[in-house]
């Protein structure tokens, strides 16, 4: 069955620092581009960061430039996003999904679960 599950979110204070994982069954991640894309309620989806196939180019969207950071384990088949100085408007549910350049989501694609992260205080 081809799937993706994220987890590592939470509930974390500004300026604090997690690390989301997007592992892969039934696929190799590895093939594909993935992107981590987040939800606030009231608010449009937007990509917040890609990783291209086999460690090609990435791409962050502006508000988390220098404080998110996306990577691959291809051995444990798993797109990483390390979040840090988090801010209270990075609060929302993150889904991984297979993706297109720079930064959208693929047709027909495969999405995770999604994970909350809030940000609070």
């Known amino acids: 069955q081809v799937q993706l599950v994220e987890s590592g979110g939470g509930l974390v204070q500004p300026g604090g620092s997690l690390r989301l994982s997007c592992a892969a069954s039934?696929?190799?991640?590895?093939?594909?581009?993935i992107g981590w894309f987040r939800q606030a309620p009231g608010k449009e989806r937007e990509g917040v960061s890609c990783?291209?196939?086999?460690?090609?180019?990435?791409y962050y969207t502006d508000s988390v430039k220098s404080r998110f950071t996306i990577s691959r384990d291809n051995a444990k088949n798993t797109v990483y996003l390390q979040m840090n100085s988090l801010k209270p408007e990075d609060t929302a549910v993150y889904y991984c999904?297979?993706?297109?350049?720079?930064?959208?989501?693929?047709?027909?694609?495969?999405w995770g679960q999604g994970t909350q992260v809030t940000v609070s205080s």
């Open positions: 990783i291209s196939a086999s460690d090609g180019p990435t």
């Open positions: 999904a297979t993706a297109l350049p720079p930064c959208v989501v693929a047709p027909l694609a495969v």
């Open positions: 039934g696929f190799t991640l590895d093939y594909y581009a």
